[in-house]
């Protein structure tokens, strides 16, 4: 992980990146030795430059010191809810700008506000993340630090601390979702999840196997998982502080591979498919971000597992699920099974875990993609607070949300002859469906319930801005900030 540290200015290094707003430079104080404003200036007026942020300009100086300068667009710079989002522009274009070199030292002005340098440290450490099993490239990065040059370090060290924090999440739910499958079993992300909070005190997990999950009645997770010869699990992650005064449980999808089943996918269909427990990461490495955080909540993270296979025990269309609190589902689609599994855990949840707010995170249908695009998650909600403070926290995380309807004279379409319920129906939208269906397990939770089906943000076909090509970890940043704003 790329290291990042404060330190107050002094000497002049030899790469060094000067934040540029639309009226050019932004006061250092104290100035800098070997910083000539007037030729900054001239850079900027011949490059056209208006001080966007996350463009950069940069200056060689083969023969000063520093021996290269590289400009870099913060937009207005003034406090509100874009200046993080400008702020965390910048740091993640100075990692493309500054990747081959070793080391980079970034100006920071004095008394800029520290949301400003946790964006800038987001930027930076998000956009440097790498994932590989093989061989560095020649093109990777080589950049191992960053110094950020404040006038009053202490000032800012809350604000550098929670920026890593928030990035070591993302990190972990990037690395889980990017493994691939053959080694990503229920049982090896079981195993990955208890190592990581093993090196966090107060976090407690419990896994359980299938026998456990048949002697309880978690039907669902076993439907789904019996096609597989690699059996489901349950994983229950709790950080519980002392004087906790509120509950939060979060459940994240745990599709470790989805070939759709006996409804098979087609084979393009399926070629992304280890991302489908992307919900499974993010609540997974939320929970544990809020134990390094020490946040004053008590979560509960749930994330059922199971690989989705063509096996000789595969569950059929037609089938009879029965779920944990003993609500029944007939099976219409095989290829619709994370709703089955997540139905088990949000029933679990509303009878035995008494949340204040629940709230799940689910790579759910490709409807979100058709609806909302490559880069919003669908949120659904009956509680207009929980939905707005969702949305505001995903907005200062630099996730997006839209909220979607939850219509209740579609809830009919649902209807099954044989069962309380059918997975899957044509009629509606697929995205509101799922999320339809989702609600009628939530129980008592209901009024204080939301989903967040993140199938399309979850995966980035290319690099962009602090998103780096493969799986984007999205949506731990944003319950983290949520899980903040609650502190």
Same mark, same amino acid.
């Given at each position: 992980?790329?290291?990042?540290?404060?330190?107050?200015?002094?000497?002049?290094?030899?790469v060094l990146a000067l934040p540029v707003g639309p009226g050019g430079p932004l006061p250092l104080d104290p100035p800098m030795a070997g910083v000539d404003p007037a030729e900054i200036a001239a850079l900027l007026e011949q490059a056209g430059s208006k001080g966007n942020a996350g463009s950069v300009q940069v200056l060689p100086r083969p023969l000063g010191r520093p021996r290269r300068l590289l400009l870099v667009g913060v937009g207005s710079a003034e406090a509100g809810s874009g200046m993080e989002a400008d702020w965390r522009a910048a740091g993640a274009a100075l990692i493309q700008a500054a990747a081959q070199e070793q080391a980079l030292n970034v100006a920071v002005p004095g008394g800029i506000d520290p949301e400003a340098v946790r964006g800038l440290a987001e930027g930076l450490l998000l956009a440097a993340y790498r994932f590989r099993l093989g061989e560095r490239r020649q093109s990777d990065p080589v950049l191992r630090r960053v110094t950020l040059l404040v006038p009053e370090p202490e000032r800012y060290e809350t604000a550098l601390q929670r920026a890593r924090t928030v990035s070591e999440a993302t990190y972990l739910a990037r690395d889980l979702t990017n493994m691939p499958s053959q080694e990503k079993s229920p049982a090896w992300f079981a195993t990955r999840v208890t190592r990581q909070a093993a090196r966090l005190s107060g976090v407690e997990v419990r896994v359980r196997e299938p026998e456990e999950l048949a002697a309880e009645g978690f039907g669902g997770i076993l439907a789904v998982g019996r096609g597989s010869t690699r059996g489901p699990r349950l994983v229950e992650v709790e950080w519980r502080p002392r004087g906790a005064r509120r509950h939060v449980v979060l459940v994240g999808k745990g599709i470790t591979f989805d070939s759709g089943g006996i409804s098979i996918k087609p084979r393009d269909a399926m070629k992304l498919m280890r991302k489908d427990m992307g919900g499974a990461a993010a609540v997974i490495a939320a *929970?544990?971000?809020?134990?390094?955080? #020490?946040?004053?909540? $008590? =979560?509960?993270?749930?994330?059922? @597992?199971?690989?989705?296979?063509?096996?000789?025990?595969?569950?059929?269309?037609?089938?009879?699920?029965?779920?944990?609190?003993?609500? *029944?589902?007939?099976?219409?689609?095989? #290829?619709?099974?994370? $709703? =089955?599994?997540?139905?088990?855990? @949000?029933?679990?949840?509303?009878?035995?875990?008494a949340p204040d707010v629940l709230v799940d995170l689910a790579t759910l249908t490709g409807a979100n993609a058709v609806a909302l695009g490559k880069r919003t998650g669908a949120l659904y909600s009956d509680n207009d607070e929980l939905a707005g403070d969702l949305a505001a926290a995903a907005d200062r995380a630099g996730e997006r949300v839209w909220r979607m309807p939850l219509h209740d004279d579609y809830t009919e379409l649902l209807g099954s002859e044989v069962a309380d319920l059918v997975n899957s129906v044509e009629e509606g939208g697929g995205s509101i469906m799922a999320a339809l269906y989702l609600r009628e397990f939530t129980g008592a939770a209901r009024d204080r319930w939301a989903h967040i089906d993140m199938s399309a943000p979850s995966w980035a076909d290319s690099s962009s801005g602090e998103l780096v090509k493969g799986a984007t970890g999205w949506g731990a940043r944003t319950l983290l900030r949520w899980l903040e704003s609650l502190d």
């Open positions: 992980m790329l290291t990042i540290g404060l330190a107050a200015v002094r000497g002049t290094p030899e *929970t544990l971000g809020a134990a390094s955080l #020490d946040l004053p909540v $008590r =979560v509960t993270a749930l994330a059922p @597992l199971a690989e989705n296979m063509v096996g000789a025990d595969a569950f059929r269309p037609g089938d009879v699920v029965s779920h944990y609190g003993g609500q *029944t589902s007939e099976i219409h689609n095989t #290829d619709a099974e994370g $709703r =089955v599994v997540l139905a088990d855990v @949000l029933s679990y949840a509303a009878c035995r875990l």
